[in-house]
């Protein structure tokens, strides 16, 4: 029996997957899927919906869809630089996390840049962020 959400979840789903087949750089599949205004987004504008959305097998098919594109080199080149211009941010950590990340990345034969993405365009459980007061 189908519910509402569990449709809409399936759709977002198949619309994820017929960009995903189009092979676009992982970029440009994050951001008409995951972005701002991707498909999720808006197609999820209540919040509580979004979270159980993200905590769905529909959502871990996005999030794997994701990652092949980002080891896929033929898959993967670069987006325009005026659709997507690369944005620089400084984030201020103890010295622990940084030698950490560093040693991740360097087991996983990848840089720290790549890395640090991968952790970001990951989804993190609400509980798991401390906010601001």
């Known amino acids: 029996m189908y519910t509402e959400t569990t449709e809409k979840f399936s759709e977002v789903a198949a619309q994820a997957r017929n960009e995903y087949e189009k092979r ?3 970029i440009t599949f ?3 899927v995951l972005g701002v205004e991707g498909i999720v987004r808006n197609r999820f504008t209540d919040t509580q919906e979004l979270l159980a959305f993200e905590q769905s097998p529909e959502f871990e098919q996005i999030q794997q869809m994701l990652a092949k594109l980002r080891v896929d080199k033929e898959a993967s080149p670069r987006p325009d630089d005026e659709l997507e211009p690369t944005k620089v941010i400084t984030v201020r950590m103890p010295k622990s996390i940084h030698e950490s990340l560093r040693t ?8 720290m840049n790549k890395l640090c993405i991968s952790k970001l365009v990951q989804f993190i459980d609400d ?5 601001d007061t």
């Open 24 to 26: 676009p750089d992982w």
């Open 30 to 32: 994050y951001r008409n």
């Open 104 to 111: 991740e990345a360097h087991e996983r034969k990848t840089s």
């Open 127 to 131: 509980e798991l962020v401390p906010r």
